[in-house]
């Protein structure tokens, strides 16, 4: 069973950054894509960066881009997101996601394989 586990989440001030990590268990097929997502109270899940572990390709939703830099070391088995100039609204749980291939890089339904989460709590 593929297992992801998040960490690195914590509490920061508007402009501060914080670096998240996300263990994945295997490196196979079945976890050829790595994505971020994030979820606020009372707001849908939304995608926020994507890299492909093989070639190293990155997407990222508009609001984050020029601030986040998602990025994979394969030896460790471990995917990165660097968070840069936070704002209040990037406060929220944060989860990595696995997939195959396929389908939407920003949809939460097309990943198989989930982490339990990580707190980011950026303030004024």
């Known amino acids: 069973q593929v297992q992801l586990v998040e960490s690195g989440g914590g509490s920061v001030q508007a402009g501060g950054s914080l670096r998240l990590s996300c263990a994945v268990s295997e490196y196979t097929y079945r976890t050829t894509w790595v994505g971020w997502f994030r979820q606020a109270p009372g707001k849908e899940r939304e995608a926020v960066a994507n890299?492909?572990?093989?070639?190293?390709?990155?997407l990222y939703r508009d609001s984050v881009k020029g601030r986040f830099t998602i990025s994979r070391d394969n030896a460790k088995n471990t995917v990165y997101l660097q968070m840069n100039a936070l704002k209040l609204e990037d406060t929220g749980a944060y989860y990595c996601a696995a997939k195959g291939g396929g389908g939407i890089w920003s949809s939460p339904i097309n990943y198989d394989y989930w982490g339990q989460g990580t707190q980011v709590t950026v303030s004024s």
């Open positions: 890299i492909n572990r093989a070639t190293g390709n990155t």
